[in-house]
């Protein structure tokens, strides 16, 4: 990434890092497909364009603060140049300890699988979150005395207002009441595809994995998304298609069979009617794009 300033903080033992913060000023993220192992906080300061996540996209503005859990699949397309800061850090960092304190944190921020996964910081809020970040790349650059615990405490104090923030803009990010047992289901669902996508492609499935029916989940899908079980689905395994075909030189019959197809033929026909191009006609595009 261009005009970037990057501070971490490595874990001594594993070699890893566990938290990390860059500010960057370039056309970054654009067009390439996101999985990090880490929480990821991007703070978009100036700059606007559209973030596919999971099965929805989302137009940003100046201001616009991201929040995404990890192995959480997201594509932004900057429409002009952004500017910002990432907070990413890793989960033995902040929610290793503490589990049930942090447990709003995940919950409101990073759990919501029918709420934008951003907000919208006004201008009340700006200069605070810019001490907070000035604060942390202070002291990632001169580490002192109990600097992780200073680091968590900063961070903390980051996501309770960010949290904070999005409960007034998205009140349903900690819904309760008699919606909560379907937004539980709609979390459930997104998780489910999430870590099943590969080997489980109809809805009978996930239905008899949540122990509910197929016509419960049809509905959930339908209201919150406007899409059909099925496209959902299938949309999650076009991602990973897209972005094995984009980031390696696997083989179509490869990409296929990982993603639970035995047949090549059918799962290229499977992409092609899910994109109106060939797994190796998308390749070749992408390929072209990037050079």
């Not at 991602?239 to 984009?246: C, H, N, S, V």
Request: aromatic share 14%; charged share 20%; net charge positive.
């Amino acid at each position: 990434m261009s005009n970037q300033t990057n501070f971490s903080m490595v874990n001594q033992i594993k070699g890893n890092p566990i938290l990390n913060l860059y500010k960057f000023e370039a056309n970054c993220f654009s067009g390439q497909i996101q999985r990090n192992n880490y929480f990821s906080l991007i703070w978009i300061k100036e700059g606007f364009g559209k973030v596919k996540t999971g099965f929805s996209e989302f137009h940003f503005k100046d201001n616009s603060l991201f929040a995404f859990a990890p192995l959480q699949p997201f594509v932004f397309t900057p429409e002009n140049t952004i500017k910002g800061v990432v907070i990413n850090f890793h989960p033995e960092f902040m929610f290793i300890h503490h589990q049930e304190k942090q447990k709003a944190f995940k919950e409101v921020l990073y759990n919501n699988a029918n709420q934008p996964p951003f907000i919208n910081i006004d201008t009340n809020s700006i200069a605070a979150f810019d001490m907070l970040c000035e604060k942390m790349e202070a002291e990632l650059q001169n580490p002192s005395l109990a600097q992780h615990d200073l680091l968590m405490a900063y961070l903390r104090i980051f996501l309770i207002n960010t949290s904070r923030l999005k409960m007034e803009q998205q009140p349903l990010a900690a819904v309760t009441g008699k919606d909560g047992k379907e937004h539980h289901i709609l979390q459930k669902l997104k998780d489910a595809i999430e870590e099943n996508f590969r080997a489980k492609h109809s809805p009978g499935q996930y239905a008899a994995m949540l122990y509910v029916t197929t016509k419960t989940l049809a509905k959930v899908s339908k209201v919150h998304y406007n899409k059909t079980l099925s496209n959902i689905i299938n949309e999650r395994i076009i991602i990973e298609a897209k972005r094995e075909l984009y980031l390696t030189n696997k083989a179509v019959k490869e990409i296929a069979y990982e993603l639970g197809y035995e047949d090549e033929y059918y799962f290229s026909r499977f992409f092609k009617v899910n994109t109106n191009v060939s797994p190796q006609k998308y390749r070749e595009a992408v390929t072209y794009a990037s050079t």
